[in-house]
């Protein structure tokens, strides 16, 4: 089953912050995030795996609730580079290595 | 290194003509997805292989549709006959995999986008 993020969409300035999230209906094994532009293959940004870890890169974090089958991602004092659609995808735990990407969250950063 | 290739990078063909798309993954990894990318459906997995055997095959939509990877830097997705629903894009994608749940990222190709008229 599909993960589900929120928002599905988001305006920001340059500068401000925006925080993406993804549920899951099932236990997870880990999660990952990637950004994809127009046109383009998407790009893998970060993974996080079960244990509550969070990550970081750059201006752009994540974390990961694995007793809510949760991850969200931060961009904080947000870039014109960073738009673009986010997709999470996730990783259950007796389902090998495939990933099940949520419908993704469209990202617009405005001057 | 070169990231996976894939050809064509655009396809347009007549409804009920055989499409062929094809792949090379990174030299190393052993796990190769085949996704489809539509408005509608999003990203959704076709097939995964991991050391070139076929894993998990369910996300294929029909009969129509089959793929195959003869060694370890190769992969072909055909569609026969293709239909205009089939029209999408095409992504293939390798990460390093020991066949479960993995720690590294996936790395996807440019893509193919089909249209089928």
């Known amino acids: 089953q599909q993960p589900v993020q929120s928002p599905q969409a988001v305006i920001l300035r340059e500068g401000e912050d925006a925080v993406i999230n993804c549920s899951s209906s099932?236990?997870?094994?880990?999660v990952h995030w990637y950004r994809q532009k127009h046109g383009e293959a998407p790009v893998f940004l970060m993974i996080?795996?079960?244990?509550?870890e969070q990550k970081g890169h750059d201006k752009i974090s994540a974390s990961f609730n694995e007793k809510k089958q949760q991850s969200s991602l931060y961009l904080t004092a947000s870039q014109l580079s960073y738009s673009g659609t986010y997709f999470c995808?996730?990783?259950?735990?007796?389902?090998?290595?495939?990933?099940?990407f949520g419908g993704g969250t469209r990202l617009m950063v405005k001057p | 290194d070169a990231g996976v290739i894939q050809s064509p990078r655009h396809e347009v063909t007549e409804m009920g003509q055989e499409v062929t798309l094809r792949c090379k993954p990174i030299?190393?990894?052993?796990?190769l997805f085949w996704y489809r990318q539509t408005m509608m459906r999003g990203l959704e997995l076709l097939i995964y292989f991991n050391n070139n055997v076929p894993i998990d095959d369910s996300g294929m939509p029909e009969d129509r549709f089959s793929a195959k990877m003869p060694n370890a830097s190769f992969s072909t997705l055909k569609i026969q006959p293709s239909e205009p629903r089939d029209s999408a894009v095409y992504f293939c994608?390798?990460?390093?995999?020991?066949?479960?749940?993995?720690?590294?990222?996936?790395?996807f190709g440019s893509g193919t986008r089909l249209t089928v008229v």
């Open positions: 996080l795996l079960k244990g509550g």
């Open positions: 994608a390798s990460s390093l995999s020991g066949g479960r749940p993995t720690n590294y990222g996936y790395t």
């Open positions: 995808g996730t990783q259950n735990n007796n389902a090998g290595n495939m990933l099940t």
């Open positions: 099932k236990a997870l094994y880990s």
């Open positions: 030299s190393g990894h052993n796990s």
